[in-house]
């Protein structure tokens, strides 16, 4: 198929097929000697689905590209994929907790701002101006 049609049927543009390409997840088909047009295996709509999939779930490109390379790998065990997946979920619980420390610090700032006056008195301005705002980083295992 061509593809046009491959990204219609994966459900996604056609710069989206090309830019999977350019990062190496998915390989672009040879151009055909007597000239014409490329033509993409059906196998491709599936890896184009893993990908959006993948990303949904918030695997970045490089580790999606992993996952391709354990699915393809012949020695590939459950457990290597299920490793992956613990690692991105502590990650996610990381991202979690320092967007609840962002939270706090915002309704703190907007909570001390009486909303009115002048914004060169604005207190949300000069907190941040001030440096007073801090956040405890958060990071793995703590």
Same mark, same amino acid.
């Given at each position: 198929?061509?593809?046009?049609? =491959?990204?219609? &049927?994966?459900?996604?543009?056609? #710069?989206?097929?090309? $830019?999977?390409?350019?990062?190496?997840? %998915?390989?672009?088909?040879?151009?055909? #000697?007597?000239?014409?047009?490329?033509?993409?295996?059906?196998?491709?709509?599936?890896?184009?689905? $893993?990908?959006?999939?993948?990303?949904?779930?918030? $695997?970045? =490109?490089?580790?999606?590209?992993?996952?391709? &390379? =354990? #699915?393809? !790998?012949?020695?590939?065990?459950? @457990?290597?994929?299920? *490793?992956?997946?613990?690692?991105? +979920?502590?990650?996610?619980?990381?991202?979690?907790?320092? +967007?609840?420390? @962002?939270?706090?610090?915002? &309704? %703190? +700032?907007?909570?001390?701002?009486?909303? *009115?006056?002048?914004?060169?008195?604005?207190?949300?301005? #000069?907190?941040?101006?001030? !440096?007073?705002?801090? +956040?405890?980083?958060?990071?793995?295992?703590?």
């Amino acid at each position: 198929m061509r593809i046009g049609k =491959l990204a219609k &049927e994966a459900g996604v543009g056609v #710069e989206t097929v090309r $830019f999977y390409q350019q990062k190496g997840l %998915m390989a672009q088909p040879p151009k055909p #000697e007597t000239g014409g047009y490329r033509e993409y295996p059906a196998e491709s709509v599936h890896r184009i689905r $893993f990908i959006r999939s993948a990303q949904q779930i918030g $695997f970045s =490109l490089g580790e999606i590209d992993e996952l391709l &390379e =354990l #699915e393809a !790998g012949n020695n590939t065990r459950c @457990i290597d994929v299920r *490793k992956r997946a613990e690692v991105k +979920l502590e990650d996610v619980l990381v991202k979690i907790d320092n +967007l609840k420390s @962002i939270r706090k610090a915002l &309704e %703190m +700032l907007i909570n001390a701002c009486p909303g *009115k006056g002048s914004v060169r008195k604005c207190s949300i301005l #000069e907190a941040i101006n001030s !440096g007073d705002i801090r +956040l405890k980083p958060v990071k793995n295992g703590e």
